[in-house]
């Protein structure tokens, strides 16, 4: 797994360079995926042009489409391994709260990709009901915002994903 570095220099945050980063890692997802014969679409990176066109990538866009359904790739600091129950953290955040609320067609996983260790663990969109929300400070954004949190124990292995869409 390459390192991609982060996704912002200095003070203002970057939003191209964030969405640049995020497609590398939703590219990842998809190579890993083709290393089990699961077919997956990366979608192509595009970039908002108005205040309409951020509305739209809001209600309809997809990180990485599979037989079974749309995966929603998220990269992290943490350092971590491929089994879930060794993530180092007690809970962590899946998406912010109005992201999730406002795509039409919910993703059924997301994927967290370790930047540092290219591991990926997969949060179920099955668990929602033990999801909760918490406003926290997003240090790259340089603001609040009211994320979904979920904890340690609904994550799974990515080779539990890979069985579960071959089955579909």
């Known amino acids: 797994m390459q390192h991609y570095g982060k996704a912002t ?19 990842y997802v998809v190579d890993e995926l083709a290393k089990y014969d699961v077919i997956a679409e990366l979608q192509p990176l595009e970039f908002a042009k108005s205040v309409a066109d951020r509305h739209r990538f809001t209600l309809y866009e997809k990180d990485v489409i599979t037989t079974a359904g749309v995966l929603e790739v998220k990269s992290s600091s943490r350092v971590f391994g491929n089994n879930p129950r060794d993530y180092p953290a007690d809970n962590l955040i899946v998406d912010t709260a109005h992201g999730f609320a406002n795509k039409v067609r919910k993703p059924v996983a997301y994927c967290m990709v370790s930047q540092r260790t290219g591991a990926i663990v997969v949060v179920p969109v099955s668990s929602v009901a033990l999801w909760w929300q918490d406003v926290k400070y997003d240090k790259q954004r340089q603001m609040e915002d009211v994320f979904l949190m979920a904890p340690k124990r609904v994550l799974r292995a990515f080779v539990e994903l890979v069985d579960w869409i071959k089955a579909r």
């Open 9 to 27: 220099r200095g003070m203002s945050f970057d939003y191209e360079a964030s969405f640049r980063l995020g497609h590398q890692y939703a590219g």
